[in-house]
């Protein structure tokens, strides 16, 4: 009992649904006045279109007199009552509905707006190419109109479906719910192929078209990027399908023009969604090629590049979304955003600089993520490169937000694009350390920087080079091959460790800041100054053995 209910309720549901839609359609017609008067002659746009569509209704189908309405000639005046028929179906094909009240009621009128002649244009959007024109005392469509009407048609219903405009209403012509029975045979055809299409589409994307992916190794790739893709695409098919099947249903005008509008819009909409989509897969592109590289700005460009495609997609979708579906002129609207855009420059000049200086970041590449710089204020490691600022890491763990315009006119000194990092320091021995000593001493310090891994080779510096206030001074200016400043530390130590040792090696003394008062000797009292007995002989022997011990180490 409820299943009938159920039944009834849907039943009443769609008859009083049909007949509100087709009864509007009625309603609008019989504001159509019907004098007699008005189907006598043609000698205003008005009595023109009045005489065309009303003997083109189904209550009233004269396709002869509806033809009287065409500026005909004598190759296609035996063609006339074809040529209205598809005039007719084109003007209901495109969704266009007339409204006879704002037809011009006067012989004499002249469009004003796009031809200063006597002429009248139904749509210029839709339908350019159809418009009346005064032929002697007569308004006629025009006969470049009529010369159009059977390529308009082709447009209209493409691919050949016009022919199946003469077997569907075959089927018959009952009315049920405010429909034809064709219409309604119709509407469950095309509801079965768009359901039929979507099951087919849908298999081949998800087995044949991924199957085929996995074969060649991009089954993640194809899955998680591909597949998406090209469902999105599947749907814009099926949008596609339903704008030319509908037309041939040849529904209530309303109907059909609400109807072409949710698919006009549904068409740049699903179109946005693709190309949002396809960014992406651009993106995992270009992140491909960046990991290839050394510098790590690409990484940092990517998602840059990443959302500006993106918010341009989003953007000129939308644009074509309303021009398309809501019938927007989209004209004014650039052309005042071109104007406010000056406006919107003068207001925002910084947040341009920082974007110009941004661009010239990226292209310039003065530095990259992970480099340690130095400008102005500025000391520390750059951690992220935006459109509007950069982000640096200070040594004391703080950030620095930098506007990238502020940075493009500096002056900045980057240490991380340095290809060696220098090391200088002044060794101070006591004056009281003998030359030989001092050779031997120099002499070590070469071969501890020549055995060094990690030492530049052909340019350093070990001199006895100065006499101090209290000390000799001995230049140590050397130069390590590493990227980073952690390696730069570590070689320090290992340097300064293999120097103090050579230094206990040889008995080498550091010279310190000190006043020495010298007195004799006391008796019983040994003196603080060191005797060195041995010869230049006795040195170098003792820097082998330093030497030989170090490579045994070094060995082991």
């Known amino acids: 009992m409820s299943q009938v209910n159920t039944k009834v309720l849907l039943t009443l549901f769609l008859f009083t649904l049909s007949k509100l839609i087709y009864g509007q359609v009625i309603l609008d017609e019989n504001q159509i006045p019907l004098n007699k008067e008005d189907f006598q002659n043609l000698n205003t746009p008005h009595n ?29 005046r035996k063609d006339g009552d074809k040529l209205a028929i598809k005039l007719k179906q084109i003007f209901d094909g495109n969704g266009i509905y007339v409204r006879f009240s704002e037809i011009p009621n006067d012989a004499y009128f002249i469009d004003t707006l796009y031809s200063n002649q006597a002429k009248f244009f139904f749509d210029t959007k839709k339908l350019p ?105 599947s749907i814009y098919l099926i949008v596609v399908l339903s704008s030319l099947f509908l037309r041939l249903l040849q529904l209530p005008v309303e109907v059909v023009a609400s109807i072409l509008k949710l698919l006009n819009a549904a068409k740049p909409l699903v179109i946005t969604i693709v190309f949002y989509k396809i960014v992406d897969i651009v993106s995992l592109y270009f992140s491909k ?122 002056t900045i000194d980057n240490h991380g694009l340095r290809q060696y990092r220098r090391f200088y320091t002044t060794l101070t021995v006591t004056y009281d350390t003998p030359p030989d000593l001092v050779e031997a001493f120099v002499q070590g310090l070469r071969k501890i920087v020549e055995n060094h891994p990690d030492t530049r080779k052909d340019a350093f510096n070990v001199y006895f080079n100065n006499l101090s206030a209290y000390s000799q001074d001995i230049m140590f200016y050397i130069f390590f091959q590493v990227a980073t400043w952690q390696e730069e530390l570590r070689c320090r130590h290992e ?55 170090e490579l045994i180490k070094k060995n082991d």
Do not use: C
């Not at 022919?163 to 719910?177: A, E, F, H, S, T």
């Not at 219409?183 to 199957?211: E, M, P, R, W």
């Not at 990027?225 to 469902?231: F, G, K, N, Q």
């Open 48 to 76: 023109t279109a009045l005489t065309f569509f009303y003997n083109l209704r189904e209550d009233n189908y004269d396709p002869k007199t509806a033809s009287e309405t065409l500026n005909l000639n004598e190759n296609n």
């Open 129 to 233: 190419l159809v418009y009346l024109e005064k032929v002697g005392e007569e308004w006629k469509f025009s006969a470049f109109t009529v010369s159009q009407i059977n390529e308009m048609h082709k447009e209209t219903y493409p691919y050949g479906t016009d022919r199946l405009l003469n077997i569907l209403p075959k089927m018959g012509n009952q009315v049920y719910l405010g429909l034809h029975f064709w219409q309604l045979a119709g509407l469950f055809l095309l509801i079965l192929i768009l359901f039929v299409s979507h099951k087919l589409i849908t298999f081949l994307l998800d087995k044949v078209f991924l199957y085929l992916l996995s074969k060649l190794g991009y089954g993640y790739i194809g899955e998680k990027y591909l597949l998406p893709v090209a469902r999105i695409t």
């Open 289 to 410: 090629l960046a990991e290839k590289t050394e510098s790590t700005l690409d990484d940092q460009l990517v998602p840059l590049l990443r959302k500006t495609l993106k918010a341009f997609v989003v953007i000129l979708g939308t644009l074509f979304v309303l021009k398309e579906g809501l019938e927007v002129d989209i004209v004014p609207f650039l052309t005042g955003l071109s104007i406010g855009g000056l406006a919107f420059a003068l207001a925002a000049q910084d947040t341009i600089k920082n974007f110009f200086g941004s661009i010239m970041i990226f292209i310039d590449k003065p530095f990259q993520v992970g480099d340690w710089i130095t400008s102005g204020d500025v000391d520390g490691t750059v951690e992220e490169v935006g459109f509007r600022s950069t982000r640096v890491r200070t040594f004391r763990n703080s950030v620095m937000y930098i506007p990238n315009g502020k940075i493009a006119d500096a």
């Open 495 to 549: 340097i300064l460790v293999q120097i103090v040792k050579l230094a206990n090696s040889l008995g080498v003394r550091f010279a310190f800041p000190t006043q020495t008062l010298h007195m004799e000797n006391f008796p019983e009292k040994k003196s603080l100054t060191p005797v060195y007995n041995q010869d230049a002989t006795g040195y170098s022997e003792k820097l082998q053995e330093f030497m030989n011990r």
